[in-house]
């Protein structure tokens, strides 16, 4: 059974960094796709950054994070981190850690088969 743990969420004012990070296990197929989904309270879930695993040849960060936020994977931890910097209020929301049984990474929520329980980021102004 797969299963997605995040951490490292928290409130930060802005201009201010917070890491994300999220840890797989369970996998039986290698190299699947992982994804940072954010929600903001009354809106729809967002895809802001995501990655292949096994070598990451494949890389996406949504525009409006762009300059801003890193993302990255540690293939011997099975871990995949985002690196959030210059954070700004509209940053605020639920961030989710999501992961595909294949190598595919798709745009939608409903591309994703496995979900974490998320992890709050708040910044204020």
């Known amino acids: 059974q797969v299963q997605l743990v995040e951490s490292g969420g928290g409130s930060v004012q802005a201009g201010g960094s917070l890491r994300l990070s999220c840890a797989a296990s369970?996998?039986?197929?290698?190299?699947?796709?992982m994804a940072w989904f954010r929600q903001a309270l009354g809106k729809e879930r967002e895809r802001v950054a995501a990655?292949?695993?096994?070598?990451?040849?494949?890389?996406y960060l949504t525009d409006s994070v762009k300059g801003r936020f890193t993302i990255s994977q540690d293939n011997a931890k099975n871990t995949m981190n985002l690196q959030m910097n210059s954070l700004q209020p509209e940053d605020t929301g639920m961030y989710y850690c999501?992961?595909?049984?294949?190598?595919?990474?798709?745009?939608?929520?409903?591309?994703?088969?496995?979900w974490g329980q998320g992890t709050q980021v708040t910044v204020s102004s």
């Open positions: 999501a992961a595909t049984r294949y190598r595919y990474c798709g745009s939608w929520p409903s591309d994703y088969n496995y």
């Open positions: 369970g996998y039986t197929s290698s190299s699947p796709c």
């Open positions: 990655i292949t695993t096994g070598g990451g040849d494949y890389m």
